[in-house]
């Protein structure tokens, strides 16, 4: 007999307390270890992870599951990607056409190439072919959201009662290797191919561990209350253009409009009005980023539910650890040289082992605590949400679809 666990609900404001506990854990573990901070793991990673521990304890051995309300959180989530629009600038969109194209070009070819080794794992072990997707693109780039849409078809069509299972778990552990993968990749490109940044470059999002440089572009209470007002606006317009594009039966995140508009208002305000100071790629700015990224990724990590994983049995997690080390091999001798070999390009895999295994905001963690040790890299902030946030959720439901039909 199956004992029920009780039920500990955290609401929406204590949880969000929890996570600044949690991103303040992680970043004191990150300053003690050195492994942490050298292999560039971000310290909501860390904190998160701890936290998540916490709670399978919990759930273990006192027989209580701890569900936190994560209505702020996605909130966050949204203002982030209102930052990321407004310090994007149109000169650095129209040079980094041909890498935009690039990046699009190899994560489809990715996309595809996941999905392909989940098939064969799957057949292998002698699974429905149909299942082959949670253990691809729907669980590992989908992350969560795309494996819980998708298993209950995959059941029906199927008959494997255990696909949702499969797939939240599938999830579960690609979102922890996106989070462990990406920045120890970067630092092996980087300190193998003596890669440098450009230093002149401002940090519009991951400010730096020490950064002994004097600093013209202080943060004081108006300017942080201004790049908050900012972002703010981009996330009301993103909200009533969400609407709009939502009425014409296109169906997109809504974080992706209000990124959309918050690269309209920086290349427009700022020449009809020239004498309002706008904050973008402001040290303000890089704080509001930095801080709603940081608690939604705390929030997310802390509420992993762990002991999902026990769904995984042993050809599945071979399956996985396959995807990784496909998605690790990819990343280093494809990604990089295609992307320019460079330092943008370094940064810019630690972002891609970020979205390929888990979601765009573990991807843009990977990427920021990169820039945090080794100097800014602008343009990768730019280039990967635009590929990973609007163009693989219109590939995934493709290829999802096409796979599923095998």
């Not at 969109?93 to 080794?117: D, E």
């Not at 070999?341 to 972002?351: F, K, N, S």
Request: aromatic share 10%; hydrophobic share 55%; with cysteine.
């Amino acid at each position: 007999m199956i004992r029920v666990k009780d039920i500990i609900t955290i609401p929406a404001f204590p949880a969000l307390t929890l996570g600044f506990i949690v991103f303040f854990s992680g970043a004191f573990l990150t300053r003690r270890i050195k492994f942490l901070k050298n292999y560039n793991i971000p310290e909501p990673v860390s904190g998160g992870f701890l936290a998540a521990l916490v709670t399978w304890v919990v759930y273990a051995y006192l027989d209580k599951e701890i569900i936190f309300d994560l209505s702020v959180r996605d909130e966050l989530l949204v203002i982030f990607f209102a930052t990321i629009g407004l310090n994007a600038r149109i000169a650095d969109l129209i040079s980094g056409g041909r890498l935009l194209a690039v990046m699009l070009a190899l994560t489809i070819g990715f996309m595809l190439l996941q999905n392909i080794v989940a098939l064969l794992g799957v057949t292998v072990f002698g699974l429905p072919t149909g299942t082959s997707v949670l253990l691809g693109t729907a669980s590992l780039i989908g992350g969560h959201g795309t494996a819980i849409a998708w298993g209950p078809t995959i059941e029906e069509q199927t008959g494997f009662s255990a696909a949702a299972e499969i797939g939240i778990s599938a999830a579960t552990l690609g979102l922890i290797f996106a989070a462990l993968l990406g920045g120890p990749i970067a630092k092996f490109l980087i300190d193998r191919n003596n890669l440098t940044s450009d230093r002149s470059e401002e940090h519009t999002i991951g400010l730096p561990f020490e950064d002994d440089r004097p600093q013209e572009d202080t943060v004081d209470h108006v300017n942080l209350m201004g790049a908050m007002l900012a972002a703010h606006l981009a996330v009301i317009l993103g909200y009533i253009s969400h609407l709009w594009i939502t009425e014409m039966g296109i169906k997109l995140p809504l974080f992706v409009p209000c990124l959309l508009v918050g690269i309209v208002l920086s290349n427009t305000v700022p020449y009809i009005f020239p004498s309002i100071s706008w904050p973008a790629r402001t040290r303000a700015l890089a704080v509001v980023s930095d801080y709603s990224l940081s608690v939604f990724l705390a929030m997310s990590l802390m509420s992993l539910k762990l002991w999902t994983l026990a769904g995984l049995g042993g050809p599945l997690l071979v399956v996985l650890v396959c995807q990784v080390l496909t998605a690790a091999i990819f990343i280093i001798l494809i990604v990089y040289w295609a992307m320019g070999r460079d330092y943008t390009a370094a940064v810019l895999c630690a972002g891609f082992a970020g979205f390929a295994l888990g979601a765009t905001p573990t991807a843009i963690a990977n990427m920021s605590s990169v820039t945090k040790r080794y100097g800014p890299a602008p343009l990768a902030f730019i280039i990967l949400p635009l590929v990973s946030a609007f163009f693989v959720d219109i590939a995934n439901a493709f290829i999802i679809k096409f796979f599923v039909g095998l």
